[in-house]
């Protein structure tokens, strides 16, 4: 079993930053891929980034690209995710999650085994 909590999210005005946090225990967390999704009201969770189990490979859904950066610290077993020029539509609750197969990034989100509980990010116009 691997247990992810997040932290970082909040009410911030657009063109703002946060940091999201998602701390894990349990399992050896440099066994597994982690990925950031998000999930607004009415609407399907999605891949917002990727990185692999080294750290060395990351992957961006096109919303994210140039203004979010995902990064691990496997010592401290600890995902992130620097969000930038934060935008009203980015309001959603971002769930980090835990992948143990293959080597690269997946998106689905059916492909991830562990779930943290998400933390809620609202982006004011």
């Known amino acids: 079993q691997v247990q992810l909590i997040e932290s970082g999210g909040g009410l911030v005005q657009a063109g703002g930053s946060l940091r999201l946090s998602c701390k894990a225990s349990g399992r050896t967390f440099s066994n597994y891929a982690m990925g950031w999704f998000r999930q607004a009201p009415g609407k399907e969770r999605e891949f917002v980034a990727g990185?692999?189990?080294?750290?060395?490979?990351?992957a961006y859904a096109d919303s994210a690209k140039g203004r979010f950066t995902i990064s691990r610290d496997n010592a401290k077993t600890t995902v992130y995710l620097e969000m930038n020029s934060l935008k009203p539509e980015d309001t959603a609750v971002y769930y980090c999650?835990?992948?143990?197969?293959?080597?690269?990034?997946?998106?689905?989100?059916?492909?991830?085994?562990?779930w943290g509980q998400g933390t809620q990010v609202t982006v004011s116009s």
């Open positions: 999650a835990a992948n143990s197969g293959g080597l690269g990034i997946s998106r689905p989100p059916d492909e991830y085994e562990y």
């Open positions: 990185i692999r189990r080294s750290g060395g490979w990351t």
